[in-house]
């Protein structure tokens, strides 16, 4: 069944700035579209869209550029931005051009929770609806609270929450996420996608152990409302590509081929514009 990796990561050292990368022996390489795709497209990966790694502020716009243009099938890039900024207009309208643009994020999990409280936030981020470009909420599962406030605030904008909310599959820790992804699973201008959550459990984990969280999440938004990322090279802390698709192939084996599908790839063309 095709793929469509919607949270693809690639970290060109030669070229841009990653400061939290720093140090780190997994993530500070080189992880290049050839490197990626040599794995993936035996996984049937057949395309991907470009998550802002959040490179050094400055270098924002030249990534996006940079990743549009990077390999053919890297087939849309999400980029990065500052809706906080009384600048974000201008930056909008110049990046709403570059072909291959499909999204933007802000990065909110390891900022201030006060970030996207402003009324100037909120109003930069209803902006995203005149040009029909999603925003990717990317919050800690205690802020997904202020996730689904700013999602309510901007209702024709489509949001797009990352990693199944972040829960700590390590711990264990159902609650208050379980009820936190229904809460924001009721409004319908919001995904989930099912991603990144290898990250967070121990390593040596199983698709069993990842199940609970992934069936909540399809459980609550639904097959229409859910799509699939690998969160590559990041997935490689616990695990690697090639298990994270197995066992999410594994987990969602009991369902439908349409609902598999609508998972896999064709929710993410139309949550994207692809």
């Avoid at 991907?48 to 270098?59: F, L, P, R, S, T």
């Avoid at 499909?102 to 005149?130: K, M, Q, Y």
């Avoid at 969602?252 to 896999?264: F, R, Y």
């Amino acid at each position: 069944m095709r793929i469509i990796d919607t949270h693809l990561h690639l970290i060109y050292l030669d070229n841009f700035s990653y400061p939290w990368v720093a140090g780190d022996k997994v993530l500070e390489q080189q992880y290049t579209a050839e490197s990626y795709f040599a794995e993936a497209e035996k996984l049937g990966i057949e395309g991907a869209i470009h998550m802002e790694v959040d490179v050094a502020e400055e270098q924002m716009e030249a990534e996006t550029e940079f990743m549009t243009k990077v390999h053919p099938k890297v087939i849309g890039a999400i980029a990065s931005c500052r809706p906080e900024s009384a600048e974000f207009p201008d930056y909008l309208e110049r990046t709403a051009q570059v072909p291959g643009l499909v999204g933007f994020r802000r990065i909110l999990h390891t900022s201030p929770n006060e970030l996207s409280h402003s009324a100037l936030f909120a109003e930069n981020i209803r902006r995203l609806a005149d040009y029909d470009l999603p925003f990717d909420l990317c919050v800690r599962a205690d802020q997904l609270p202020i996730a689904r406030a700013l999602a309510a605030k901007a209702p024709d904008v489509s949001f797009v929450l990352d990693h199944c909310g972040v829960p700590d599959v390590g711990a264990g820790v159902f609650e208050p996420w379980k009820s936190y992804i229904t809460e924001i699973a009721a409004l319908p201008n919001v995904t989930a996608k099912v991603s990144g959550i290898v990250a967070y459990a121990k390593p040596g984990w199983t698709a069993e152990d990842l199940r609970p969280w992934v069936e909540h999440v399809i459980g609550s938004f639904g097959w229409d409302r859910v799509v699939w990322g690998s969160d590559h090279p990041v997935c490689r802390l616990t695990a690697d590509l090639k298990s994270w698709v197995a066992a999410t192939k594994t987990i969602i084996s009991g369902a439908s081929e349409d609902e598999q599908s609508k998972l896999l790839s064709r929710n993410a063309e139309r949550v994207y514009g692809l």
